[in-house]
């Protein structure tokens, strides 16, 4: 669902998204995650707007009550986890039922699964990894060929970070893109309290650029990245000049630094 009062005749459309991680392991900490951080980077690359991030068990109340409140929020619900061959995977039913489909295995899942494996390997639990709600569309898997699928605006992945990474870059011509938000980092030699007060009234004087403080220590010694965001490049830049202004009419010392370079 696009957020019209950020959209208007001047300004390019915002597209939204939401993750949805399934598993016990995830929830239990036997299993870090590492795919909200990959999608998150992608769909900030490519003009869609992360907006939430949720965590459920392998639950089928739970995974259709997380979907059902996701999908009707935003553009895209991207989901990771439980489409694999063991009896706890349950994200294909749990997502069929949510929409109100039948499920059943999809003769073009079971091609793309014979084309790794012989007919005699098509065991049970593998076949469970062709099941695909009635109605989805096929996202391909180049790594293991079992696909994951996009049914509405809810895109179901594999948990495996390679997997998912393919499945992604895979499903990724099909999604509607948006706005692209641009960033700019400050770094400030100074404890985020001082800092504080020229920030807000940086932001005060420039409500259409997000501005976010994020402090931790270098050599020792307490210092923050001030992060600006925006999708127009000239006002991303003077926002940047007027929080500058104010960092050194403070007499605080500053540099623009990506975070990743210290």
Do not use: C, W
Request: glycine letters at 8%; charged letters at 25%.
């Amino acid at each position: 669902m696009t957020e019209t009062p950020e959209t208007t005749a001047t300004q390019p459309e915002i597209v939204t998204a939401a993750i949805l991680v399934i598993g016990d392991e995830i929830l239990s900490g036997r299993t870090k995650d590492k795919n909200i951080g990959t999608i998150a980077d992608h769909l900030t690359a490519i003009g869609i707007r992360l907006r939430e991030v949720r965590v459920v068990a392998d639950e089928e109340a739970d995974i259709i009550a997380a979907l059902d409140a996701l999908r009707g929020r935003y553009d895209y619900v991207f989901t990771t986890g439980g489409i694999g061959p063991t009896h706890d995977d349950i994200t294909a039913d749990a997502v069929a039922k949510a929409f109100g489909v039948s499920i059943d295995v999809d003769p073009r899942a079971r091609a793309m699964l014979r084309e790794r494996l012989s007919e005699a390997d098509l065991t049970p639990a593998r076949l469970r990894m062709a099941r695909i709600p009635a109605g989805a569309e096929l996202v391909d898997n180049p790594v293991s060929r079992a696909p994951g699928f996009f049914i509405g605006n809810v895109i179901v992945m594999a948990g495996v970070p390679r997997i998912m990474e393919a499945m992604l870059a895979s499903v990724t011509p099909r999604l509607r893109t948006g706005a692209k938000l641009l960033s700019l980092s400050l770094h400030v030699d100074a404890p985020e309290g001082t800092i504080a007060p020229h920030l807000s009234a940086a932001q005060d004087d420039n409500r259409d650029v997000q501005m976010g403080s994020y402090p931790y220590f270098e050599n020792g010694r307490p210092a923050v990245y001030l992060v600006l965001r925006a999708t127009d490049p000239a006002r991303l830049e003077q926002a940047a000049q007027a929080l500058e202004a104010r960092l050194t009419g403070g007499g605080l010392p500053h540099e623009r630094r990506a975070p990743d370079a210290t």
